[in-house]
């Protein structure tokens, strides 16, 4: 079961201005499941996304990115299927992710360019590209303003629940709308961002700030999850503004107006990606890793993520073991070399529990056991090296994390 995570409430899933969504079951893994979905774009939107740094990228990354780059961002329309990454695939598999560009363009009237293609699923197979170009016409015929939870729940793999978020915030004497969906479970340590999020706003942004606006907030939260460390191939995060709603274009990425955009963006991204983490497979912990007191950010991630990454300390985690050695021992080979171990201070929640280098006098381990029995609890780390700091999310490692994967083509 996902960790304080329930269905979101389709209620509370606002429409945005220009965005047309329409879902299929296509039957591309299993049938009688919803697998495919398209977001139709109203003429005048603005695209940005950034893309997973595996080498190993999938094909319909690789046409994505070409159709971004070649449009300058006018994009009419998303697919997005699941059940299939159509990753591993060679050339074989990049013409299929075109021939998917192709039937939708000729269906919602665009042209191909202007489709940008999403897959995630089981890697090395090909896509079944006629199942696909089955569904996609359903999906047109399907296309309606509001029904973000069934988009949601389309491009679900491993995920137990949906995955879907809006906000609206006043900008400019405007109220903007902000609605997304992410998908993610495993295979999950994004390099920029998750494996498949889509936020789409009715703001009005010039190209460039849009570009800022989502490589921030890919940034501050989808780039601060893991669940077991592995970049999937085929991580994308789009961000659509449509520009409907009445407000003067914010043309610059600096100013309140674009900080307001920025936080709000921001806010629903980590709120999507923390999602991911609650529903990791086979979680039953969500932890907050708060690093703080490092020269830079980078090396505050270093530990971050040693810690996480850490099958020693993940089932820890989950038997609630106060084992803590383990988690000195990953801050201890995270990869700074001029690390004084002597100065660090390490904590869970309000517990301090090293320091010095070694258990703090009034540290008692059941202490450290109560906070590592709630569902929800910190590690702080406190380097004393400098100003920065980062916030991670992770989870525990439990068995059925391994069932999981071990039974996931069965």
Known sequence: MPVNLSVPD??????????ELGVAKAGIRKPNRKDLLVVRIAEGARVAGVFTRNRLCAAPVIVAREHLARSGGSIRALVVNTGNAN????????????????????????????????????????????????????????????????????????????????????????????????????????????????????????????????????????????????????????VVATGRVAMHEIAQARGEDFERLCAALTELAIELAQAIVRDGEGASKFVTLSIEGGRDEDECRKVGYA???SPLVKTAFFASDPNLGRILAAIGYSGIEDLDVAALDLYLDDVHVATAGGRHPDYVEEAGKRAMTKSEFCVRVDLHRGPARIRLWTCDLSHDYVTINAEYRT
């Open 307 to 309: 810690i996480a990454h």
């Open 10 to 19: 389709a209620r509370t899933l606002a429409a945005v201005a220009g965005i």
């Open 87 to 238: 990753a591993g695939t060679g050339e074989a598999g990049i013409a299929d992710a075109r021939r998917v560009c192709e039937r939708t363009a000729q269906l919602l009237g665009c042209r191909a360019g202007e489709v940008l293609p999403f897959s995630t699923g089981v890697i090395m197979e090909r896509l079944p590209v006629d199942r696909i170009e089955a569904g996609l016409a359903v999906c047109v015929a399907d296309l309606a303003g509001a029904d973000w939870l069934s988009a949601a729940e389309a491009i679900m793999t491993t995920d137990t629940v949906p995955k879907a978020a809006s906000r609206q915030v006043q900008i400019a004497g405007a109220r903007v709308t902000l609605s997304g969906i992410a998908k993610g479970s495993g295979m999950i340590r994004p390099n920029m961002a998750t494996m498949l999020g889509f936020v789409c706003t009715d703001a009005r942004l010039a190209p460039a700030v849009l570009d800022a606006a989502a490589r921030r907030a890919a940034a501050q939260s989808f780039n601060c999850i893991t669940v077991d460390g592995d970049t999937s191939t085929n991580d994308a995060f789009i």
